[in-house]
């Protein structure tokens, strides 16, 4: 992956900050006990500039935490629906990579009757929508 376009963009009126936000998701796999780190205003209008769109440099003071938080909150969702369902939930350790996994035994429906993916998915909606 190419390291994070930290540099003002083509035109840009005014400087904007390159400071980035560790959150509480962990990643997994080969970057197993780290967290994700949130896009700085900087990578942010730059992504939006990349996407075709038109961001203001003043927005983004108050766009970036927006984003951050919306964020967060899903993920403390995950957690809330995934401490409802615990009993579906299996560790098994795998020989193959050495390390323990969780796993899903089954999945049951949601109270609205969405599959748990389905509301994963308006999350993950909810977080490219910003």
Not at 31 to 60: H, I, L
Not at 72 to 101: A, F, P
Request: glycine share 4%; hydrophobic share 35%; with cysteine.
């Amino acid at each position: 992956m190419p390291p994070p376009n930290q540099l003002p963009a083509a035109g840009q009126k005014a400087p904007l900050s390159t400071e980035r936000e560790e959150s509480t998701i962990p990643m997994g796999g080969k970057f197993e006990g780290k967290v994700w780190v949130y896009p700085s205003e900087q990578m942010f209008f730059n992504a939006m500039r990349r996407k075709s769109w038109k961001p203001e440099e003043k927005d983004m003071e108050v766009v970036v935490p927006i984003h951050n938080a919306v964020n967060e909150q899903c993920w403390r969702k995950i957690l809330e629906w995934e401490g409802m369902y615990k009993s579906w939930v299996v560790e098994s350790y795998s020989r193959h990579r050495n390390v323990w996994t969780t796993e899903v035994a089954e999945i049951p429906r949601t109270t609205t009757g969405l599959y748990p993916k389905s509301t994963y998915s308006v999350a993950v909606w909810l977080r490219s929508a910003l």
